[in-house]
T-cell receptor
């Protein structure tokens, strides 16, 4: 069975440009997460979806970041405009959710963003 | 306040040595779950174990073992007879029944196994 798939793996953009990341979770997983990971740090939650609903986006910088999960499957995370400080790894993860609380999350390989 | 503390930033051991990675957590929930993940240089976090707060029995899986002690709020991870392939960053995480599918990660411990 396929794991969490993210694309692209790497992205280099100039500051002030837009960028988008895509995530396809494990089939049947209702909960989807976007995490930000800076070098030498643990993952930090940006947004969590239960199906189509964003249930926790308190850490998402809404002035420049947006996310969507149409139809409760794939998700896209966008940054517009990107800033130098956005350089990091963006991780997507999924878990069963919905009746299966607090189960482990499975992570994709991440997108390494470099803003120059 | 940090809910999960991994005080060891970096550890180096020689191959075949045993190594213990510490994890201390903080929660007011009576029902919670603890996890360990491995992040090799490729970048993907790999799930290793999930324990719930009602099960303090230690667990062993091959060369890996976990020691859960509620009295000290610790969930330590020991690798026996370490191998070069164990070199990675290891993250401990907490999920509380109160907050649903929310994970709190520690800052990770970078383990280097020297051949």
């Amino acid at each position: 069975e396929a794991g969490v798939v993210q694309s692209p793996r790497y992205k280099i953009i100039e500051k002030k440009q837009p960028v988008a990341f895509w995530c396809n979770p494990i089939s049947g997983h209702n909960t989807l997460y976007w995490y930000l990971q800076n070098l030498g740090q643990g993952p930090e939650l940006l947004i969590r979806y239960e199906n189509e609903e964003a249930v926790d986006d308190s850490q998402l910088p809404k002035d420049r970041f947006s996310a969507e999960r149409l139809k409760g499957v794939d998700s896209t995370l966008k940054i517009q405009p990107a800033e130098l400080g956005d350089s990091a790894v963006y991780l997507c993860a999924s878990s069963l959710g919905q009746g299966h609380m607090n189960t482990e999350a499975f992570f994709g390989q991440g997108t390494r963003l470099t803003v120059v | 306040a940090q809910k999960v503390t991994q005080a060891q930033t970096e550890i180096s051991v020689v191959e075949k040595e045993d190594v213990t990675l510490d994890c201390v957590y903080e929660t007011r929930d009576t029902t919670y779950y603890l996890f360990w993940y491995k992040q090799p240089p490729s970048g993907e976090l790999v799930f290793l174990i999930r324990r719930n707060s009602f099960d303090e029995q230690n667990e062993i899986s091959g060369r890996y073992s976990w020691n859960f002690q509620k009295s000290t709020s610790s969930f330590n991870f020991t690798i026996t007879a370490s191998q070069v392939v164990d070199s990675a960053v290891y993250f401990c995480a907490l999920s509380e029944s109160n907050t649903g599918n929310q994970f709190y990660f520690g800052t990770g411990t970078s383990l280097t196994v020297i051949p």
